[in-house]
């Protein structure tokens, strides 16, 4: 006998109980994410406390909050490793018991092993097309930074060059700080 997983909207989505693995819900399915790893935990950490320092008057960086978005015509939660959303964003009323409402500014996906940076481009460009207006993905084995934008070709931060970006006024940091 053959069984299905039911396909699961996002209203079905929101309602599962809270445990502790996050899922992402992704062509109606919830898919658990990845445990990560030391390297990849201190990655979100200091990426983290580098942008949250910038971000303290703009608005929330938070790590592992999903976001309600359309991939394809259909209701996609990822969970971001992080995500920056500006107060102006957020409508007054926003729930905090909830994905984050909007598509935020920036999403960030630090590569994990067994993953591929393909598989994780892959995953910015449906960002990208969702509304979200730049990603990083994060590779910490090759300690580089590639910026997505829906209106230029990635670019790729190593070693000491300064990531600043237009999007985001008076942040500049240098790529090794996020690896130290």
């Known amino acids: 006998m053959v069984t299905t997983t039911p396909h699961l909207t996002l209203e079905d989505f929101l309602a ?19 445990s990560p790893k030391f390297r990849h935990s201190h990655t979100q950490k200091r990426l983290l406390l580098l942008l ?20 394809n015509g259909t209701d996609w939660v990822p969970v971001p490793d992080l995500l920056y959303v500006s107060f ?38 449906a960002y990208l097309a969702a509304g979200v207006l730049r990603v990083w993905v994060v590779d910490p084995r090759d300690r580089s930074l590639t910026v997505f934008a829906a209106d230029a070709m990635p670019n790729v931060y190593r070693n000491e060059e300064v990531i600043t970006d237009s999007q985001f006024p008076e942040l500049s940091l240098k790529t090794e700080y996020i690896f130290r």
């Open 16 to 34: 599962l109980p809270q445990d502790d693995i996050a899922y992402e819900l992704v062509d109606g399915r919830a898919i658990p994410k990845m």
């Open 52 to 71: 949250d320092a910038w971000a303290i008057e703009r608005g929330f960086v938070q790590p592992e909050w999903g976001v309600t978005l359309k991939r």
């Open 88 to 125: 102006d964003r957020l409508s007054a009323d926003w729930d905090e018991d909830a994905p984050c409402p909007v598509a935020p500014e920036l999403a960030v996906e630090i590569v994990s092993p067994g993953q591929s940076f393909g598989s994780i481009a892959d995953k910015a460009m």
